[in-house]
C-alpha cells in the first residue's frame, strides 16, 4: 500500500508541532529507555499509518494525542501481562531526592520524581495526568479517553492532590 502526499504531509506537519508532546507522553510512561524508545517509534508508526483514515472531524492535535494515547495504553497493558504487577503509589519508597545544587538540576530531579509517581498510576489516570500536564482541558482529555468532562476534572483534581501529597512525601524522605 503507498502512503499518500496528504498522508505523508499530515504525519510531518502533525510531529513538528506535536513532536515534543508525544517524547513527553512516552517518558510518562516508560522509564526504560530502550522500551521507551521503542514505545515512542510505535507512537510514530501508529500515527503515520492513522491519517489515511483522518477525516478532520477532530483537531490534528486530538487526533494525535488519541492515537498516541491507545499505543501507551496497549503497551502498558503488553508490559504488564510480561512483567510483575504495577507498584502502588504507596509502595514507592526509593525516589531520587532533590539535592541542594542548582535549580536546573533541582528542576530535572524534581521532573524525574514526577514522572516516576506518575508512571506508578493505572493506565487510566496516567494517560488522564499526563494529557492534563500537557495542557490540554477536561474537553479535550474527555475526547481522547472517552470519559466525560466532568468525571475528567474530578480525576484529575483527585489526582493532583494526591500527586502532590506524594510528591510532598519523599521530598521529606
Known sequence: MKPSPDQDARYLEAVAEHG?????????????????????????????????????????RTWVYRVAHNV???????????????VTLEEITDLPSA??????????????????????????????????????DAKSIAEITGLSAGAIATRVSRLKTQLARMFQEHANV
Open 99 to 136: 539535592q541542594s545544587v542548582s535549580a536546573e538540576v533541582e528542576e530535572s530531579e524534581a521532573v524525574a520524581k514526577l514522572n516516576a509517581i506518575i508512571r506508578q498510576l493505572g493506565p487510566p489516570d496516567r494517560q488522564i495526568i499526563t494529557l492534563y500536564l500537557e495542557g490540554l
Open 20 to 60: 515534543g508532546a508525544l517524547q513527553r507522553l512516552a517518558r510518562a510512561t516508560e522509564a526504560n529507555a530502550e522500551r521507551r524508545r521503542d514505545l515512542l517509534q510505535d507512537m510514530h508508526v501508529a500515527l503515520w499509518r492513522s491519517f489515511a483514515s483522518y477525516d478532520g472531524r477532530c483537531s490534528v
Open 72 to 86: 501507551a495504553a496497549s503497551h502498558v497493558d503488553r508490559e504488564r501481562r510480561s512483567r510483575a504487577p504495577l
